[in-house]
Nanobody, 122 residues
Framework: QLQASGGGLVQGGTSLRLSCVAS????????VGWFRQAPGKEREFVAT????????YYADSVNGRFTISRNNAKSTVYLQMNGLKPEDTAVYYC?????????????????WGQGTLVTVSS
């Protein structure tokens, strides 16, 4: 089970840090991803990290602004979001994969959190 938190209403240019806390031992051997879905749009990939935290991958739209990291001792994955833009407004979801690696395809993820809303004003 995954629990995402940390969303809120912020002004453009500011920062937020999302957290995804997992229960269960499988999380520590899973790749984890963040996805987002804006109103009226399809869910899209944001960032992913492998089981150890040694490898990450980002969508072009957030590369250089967002940073994904994890603390396996706390069963938590973070998404640090800097330089937020109004187009980053969406519900953000974390997901855990069956595999160990990084995955940008949502079909590779078996477990999903409930989502946390991020709203960025201009």
């Amino acid at each position: 089970q995954l629990q995402a938190s940390g969303g809120g209403l912020v002004q453009g240019g500011t920062s937020l840090r999302l957290s995804c806390v997992a229960s269960g031992r499988t999380f520590r051997s899973s790749g984890v991803g963040w996805f987002r879905q804006a109103p009226g749009k399809e869910r899209e990939f944001v960032a992913t990290i492998n089981w150890s935290g040694s490898t990450t991958y980002y969508a072009d739209s957030v590369n250089g602004r967002f940073t994904i990291s994890r603390n396996n001792a706390k069963s938590t994955v973070y998404l640090q979001m800097n330089g937020l833009k109004p187009e980053d407004t969406a519900v953000y979801y974390c997901a855990a994969a069956i595999g160990l690696g990084i995955y940008y395809n949502s079909g590779q993820y078996a477990y999903w959190g409930q989502g946390t809303l991020v709203t960025v004003s201009s």
